[in-house]
Nanobody, 115 residues
Framework: QVQFVESGGGLVQPGGSLRLSCGVS????????MGWYRQAPGKQRELVAD???????RYGDFVKGRFTISRDNAKNTMYLQMNSLKPEDTAVYYC?????????WGQGTQVTVSS
């Protein structure tokens, strides 16, 4: 059974930082392009960033150099370092392969940016 388990979210003030982690089990993590996604209240889920098995990365335009995606294939884990957070970054953050496997979404981790 494939599982994606997100952690590391929380409440942070504008301008602050958080580091999200994604643990993956039930599949061969290292061969897939992985992605971080987010869904804000009342909005559709969107891709934040993705990283292929070789480590090449892509980011959504709204990231603008503030976020860094990385992966550790030996640990079956992916990370998202988020700096200079803004209130509009408030959302539930999810990880999945890219393109996503729709039936395997995890619970996500809530990120709230507020003063």
């Amino acid at each position: 059974q494939v599982q994606f388990v997100e952690s590391g979210g929380g409440l942070v003030q504008p301008g602050g930082s958080l580091r999200l982690s994604c643990g993956v089990s039930g599949t061969i993590f290292s061969i897939y392009t992985m992605g971080w996604y987010r869904q804000a209240p009342g909005k559709q889920r969107e891709l934040v960033a993705d990283i292929n098995r070789g480590g090449s990365t892509r980011y959504g335009d709204f990231v603008k150099g503030r976020f860094t995606i990385s992966r550790d294939n030996a640990k079956n884990t992916m990370y998202l370092q988020m700096n200079s957070l803004k209130p509009e970054d408030t959302a539930v953050y999810y990880c999945n392969v890219y393109p996503e496997w729709g039936k395997y979404w995890g619970q996500g981790t809530q990120v709230t940016v507020s003063s």
